[in-house]
């Protein structure tokens, strides 16, 4: 169900505010005002806090652990106290941690009086203690500070509520692979305002940028402060790299492992369904489209569901009962996604070679809603006219735990990503997210952000050409079994 309200943004005044604030600003060099910018020699690495954005599914649990290990191994090296690490999924056994907001408390309680600065990274991130502590010790750390690798959006977007759509880059917001950090201070103040008022949106959805606007707090608290040293592109100084989001994990799941399930309607039969079999269709070997009508041209295959304007729970619960008949190949994978969807099915295949098929997967883009009320999180789908925006993973485990718990839709037009959320969560299966989905088109995304990916799929055809968005950002050169 799609969640975007297209708003008409902030006021020109509102973005001037951004430029014009306070302390924390940065300047037009990207770098800290510098009276700030003094050195604190009473800083050790036991003051710092670093905290990785880990998640429950084992994969992550032993890509985030080997960070940890990395960061005190450096400080062993280096004969210095160790900084704390703190892996996110434990520090809680509610799963809306990953938000970081309800997190804020939780540090704060814990580390908030001993610690000077929280440095929060990505699984993926590696962090240079040597260049970390100088960096850290330019600023202040009885200020409030809101340190990290500025992104900006290059037009008003969908993905942000069309935030700041008189001037977009005037807002600007952390790249997560790089780290970001916020100084103790800001963090017990920004645990504080927890307890006493509600988000404005019930739903999380894209972290970073909700991050950065909940800190500014429409003026009253930092913008953040360019730093150099947060880095995904490894160079001099750098306190923070980055690699890649597309690990390495031997093999790529077989063709034959993989069923694909494609979501469509007689709407889009003479304009989608052809681009879907003009740029990813041909890799996949079993794949099926469902749709409100059948059709042999393509073929279609109807499911005995109502057709409905939103939601369609009813239509994909009926693609995971025959993903689980013999109807279908028995496989591992069920991949359903929308006939809009732009996908790379290798790359998929490469990143699927990390998880453990014997294990509930379920993987795409997470969104959550209510986590700070003990909410849910689920793979982000949307409202469509035949058909939602989705694009989700599951394994056979994932799908048979789900429709033998007897947890089912209330409605067929009910939001079929949320259904599947709740009913996950109260399975206690976890809801695994890859930064490689993308909601939306890659015009809507930083280029910057893009750059360090090799992105699994995007979504939409409006006002772009499909095929030439699939060819340069999501084919590959190599052969597909390659990958």
Same mark, same amino acid.
């Given at each position: #169900?799609?969640?975007?309200?297209?708003?008409?943004?902030?006021?020109?005044?509102?973005?001037?505010?951004?430029?014009?604030?306070?302390?924390?600003? @940065?300047?037009?060099?990207?770098?800290?005002?510098?009276?700030?910018?003094?050195?604190?020699?009473?800083?050790?690495?036991?003051?710092?806090?670093?905290?990785?954005?880990? &998640?429950?599914?084992?994969?992550?649990?032993?890509?985030?652990?080997?960070?940890? &290990?990395?960061?005190?191994?450096?400080?062993?090296?280096?004969?210095?106290?160790?900084?704390?690490?703190?892996?996110?999924?434990?520090?809680?056994?509610?799963?809306?941690?990953?938000?970081?907001?309800?997190?804020?408390?939780?540090?704060?309680?814990?580390?908030?009086?001993?610690?000077?600065?929280?440095?929060?990274? /990505?699984?993926?991130?590696?962090?240079?203690?040597?260049?970390?502590?100088?960096?850290?010790?330019?600023?202040?750390?009885?200020?409030?500070?809101?340190?990290?690798?500025?992104?900006?959006?290059?037009?008003?977007?969908?993905?942000?509520?069309?935030?700041?759509?008189?001037?977009?880059?005037?807002?600007?917001?952390?790249?997560?692979?790089?780290?970001?950090?916020?100084?103790?201070?800001?963090?017990?103040?920004?645990?504080?305002?927890?307890?006493?008022?509600?988000?404005?949106?019930?739903?999380?959805?894209?972290?970073?940028?909700?991050?950065?606007?909940?800190?500014?707090?429409?003026?009253?608290?930092?913008?953040?402060?360019?730093?150099?040293?947060?880095?995904?592109?490894?160079?001099?100084?750098?306190?923070?790299?980055?690699?890649?989001?597309?690990?390495?994990?031997?093999?790529?799941?077989?063709?034959? +492992? #993989?069923?694909?399930?494609?979501?469509?309607?007689?709407?889009?039969?003479?304009?989608?369904?052809?681009?879907?079999?003009?740029?990813?269709?041909?890799?996949?070997?079993?794949?099926?489209?469902? @749709?409100?009508?059948?059709?042999?041209?393509?073929?279609?295959?109807?499911?005995?569901?109502?057709?409905?304007?939103? $939601?369609?729970?009813?239509?994909?619960?009926?693609? #995971?009962?025959?993903?689980?008949?013999?109807?279908?190949?028995?496989?591992?994978?069920?991949?359903?996604?929308?006939?809009?969807?732009?996908?790379?099915?290798?790359?998929?295949?490469?990143?699927?070679?990390?998880?453990?098929?014997?294990?509930?997967?379920?993987?795409? /883009?997470?969104?959550?809603?209510?986590?700070? &009320?003990?909410?849910?999180?689920?793979?982000?789908?949307?409202? $469509?006219?035949?058909?939602?925006?989705?694009?989700?993973?599951?394994?056979?485990?994932?799908?048979?735990?789900? #429709?033998?718990?007897?947890?089912?839709?209330?409605? +067929?037009?009910?939001?079929?990503?949320?259904?599947?959320?709740?009913?996950?969560?109260?399975?206690?299966?976890?809801?695994?997210?890859?930064?490689?989905?993308?909601?939306?088109?890659?015009?809507?995304?930083?280029?910057?952000?893009?750059?360090?990916?090799?992105?699994?799929?995007?979504?939409?055809?409006?006002?772009?050409?499909?095929?030439?968005?699939?060819?340069?950002?999501?084919?590959?050169?190599?052969?597909? +079994?390659?990958?």
């Amino acid at each position: #169900m799609s969640h975007y309200a297209a708003k008409g943004g902030y006021s020109l005044v509102t973005v001037l505010l951004l430029w014009l604030g306070h302390a924390g600003a @940065s300047n037009e060099t990207g770098h800290a005002a510098e009276p700030h910018q003094t050195q604190h020699p009473g800083l050790g690495l036991g003051d710092i806090v670093i905290v990785i954005q880990s &998640q429950r599914n084992s994969f992550h649990v032993r890509v985030a652990e080997e960070r940890k &290990q990395e960061i005190l191994h450096q400080s062993s090296q280096l004969g210095q106290e160790a900084p704390i690490v703190v892996l996110l999924h434990e520090i809680s056994p509610y799963d809306g941690v990953w938000s970081i907001v309800p997190a804020f408390p939780l540090l704060s309680a814990t580390y908030g009086r001993s610690a000077r600065w929280f440095v929060f990274t /990505e699984e993926g991130t590696r962090v240079r203690l040597p260049a970390l502590k100088p960096l850290l010790l330019q600023y202040q750390p009885s200020e409030e500070w809101f340190l990290g690798k500025r992104l900006h959006d290059r037009d008003a977007s969908i993905i942000h509520h069309y935030a700041f759509s008189e001037e977009p880059s005037g807002f600007g917001f952390p790249d997560p692979a790089a780290g970001w950090a916020l100084s103790a201070p800001l963090l017990r103040r920004l645990a504080s305002r927890i307890k006493h008022e509600r988000l404005k949106s019930d739903f999380t959805i894209d972290l970073k940028h909700e991050i950065a606007l909940y800190i500014w707090e429409e003026g009253k608290g930092p913008q953040l402060t360019a730093v150099p040293e947060f880095c995904v592109d490894p160079k001099a100084n750098c306190a923070t790299t980055f690699t890649t989001y597309l690990p390495d994990c031997g093999e790529p799941v077989s063709k034959k +492992d #993989m069923v694909v399930a494609v979501k469509t309607c007689q709407k889009f039969h003479l304009d989608r369904v052809p681009v879907v079999k003009a740029t990813w269709a041909k890799d996949a070997e079993y794949l099926e489209y469902y @749709s409100d009508v059948s059709d042999d041209t393509i073929p279609t295959i109807t499911l005995g569901v109502p057709n409905t304007d939103t $939601g369609h729970c009813g239509k994909t619960f009926a693609i #995971m009962k025959r993903f689980l008949s013999k109807a279908v190949p028995n496989t591992a994978w069920l991949v359903i996604v929308d006939d809009d969807t732009l996908i790379s099915l290798p790359r998929l295949r490469h990143l699927l070679s990390c998880y453990d098929p014997n294990e509930p997967v379920v993987l795409g /883009e997470r969104y959550g809603y209510g986590l700070l &009320q003990n909410g849910y999180s689920y793979i982000t789908g949307g409202g $469509g006219k035949c058909h939602s925006v989705f694009r989700i993973v599951l394994s056979q485990v994932a799908v048979t735990r789900l #429709m033998s718990s007897g947890c089912s839709c209330f409605r +067929d037009d009910a939001p079929d990503d949320m259904v599947l959320g709740r009913c996950f969560t109260s399975l206690g299966i976890p809801v695994t997210h890859s930064p490689l989905f993308h909601q939306a088109r890659p015009d809507d995304y930083p280029t910057t952000m893009l750059s360090v990916q090799r992105a699994v799929s995007f979504h939409k055809h409006w006002n772009i050409d499909p095929i030439a968005v699939f060819k340069h950002w999501l084919e590959d050169t190599r052969q597909t +079994d390659e990958l």
